[in-house]
């Protein structure tokens, strides 16, 4: 007996979401420019031409990403950060850091993905308009500046401080990726108070 319309679509979707799921690993684990249409293809058992059914390069699978996965429960707060300003825009930073840590392997892949996502010189333009609005590098600098002018922020150049937290959160992200557990959580008050002259303020 033939599938109706309904399974077929069904069947499309889950293979949709499958292709989606693997680009989620491979971005990443590779980061967007290393990622190639392979390491999408070749886990999820999936021939190119079924791929190019779904998707017409690894960008539109990106784009899906943005779309779909990346503007979620996890999206990193760069904008509400940036309103609250300061040592208040740290605090909700570290705050997100610390939940992240505790999610799903999914969920930190695409907290992962969207973290590290200024690493990537070869996105389109969607892809860098979400970059560019998701730029934790450049957003740790403002902060730790205004911080800094607060009085509360330890003396330096925010660009070094912020490529060391950005260090920071790599390692404890890729530690997570190794061993998952609790104890891999890098608690808030643990990752910037490191760089403060005091507690954060609740």
């Not at 070749?42 to 021939?47: F, G, H, T």
């Not at 996965?69 to 990193?76: I, R």
């Not at 950005?166 to 061993?179: A, F, P, S």
């Amino acid at each position: 007996m033939p599938r109706t319309p309904e399974q077929n679509q069904t069947i499309k979707d889950k293979r949709r979401a499958k292709l989606i799921s693997y680009g989620i690993k491979a971005f990443a684990v590779n980061g967007y420019d290393h990622t190639a249409i392979d390491d999408i293809t070749k886990p999820a058992k999936c021939s190119h031409g079924l791929f190019y059914h779904y998707f017409d390069s690894k960008e539109t699978v990106f784009r899906a990403l943005i779309d779909e996965q990346l503007t979620q429960e996890y999206e990193l707060p760069v904008k509400a950060a940036l309103e609250l300003g300061g040592v208040k825009g740290l605090r909700l930073l570290a705050d997100y850091a610390e939940k992240v840590a505790k999610a799903t392997p999914r969920e930190i892949c695409i907290a992962q993905i969207t973290i590290f996502l200024a690493d990537a010189a070869n996105l389109d333009d969607y892809g860098r308009e979400f970059q560019r609005s998701h730029d934790l590098e450049s957003t740790l600098v403002t902060l730790l500046r205004q911080g800094q002018e607060e009085g509360k922020v330890v003396a330096g150049d925010p660009t070094h401080i912020a490529r060391a937290i950005m260090d920071m959160v790599r390692g404890g992200l890729n530690r997570i990726n190794i061993r998952p557990s609790e104890e891999s959580a890098i608690p808030s008050d643990i990752l910037f108070g490191l760089i403060l002259k005091g507690p954060i303020e609740e």
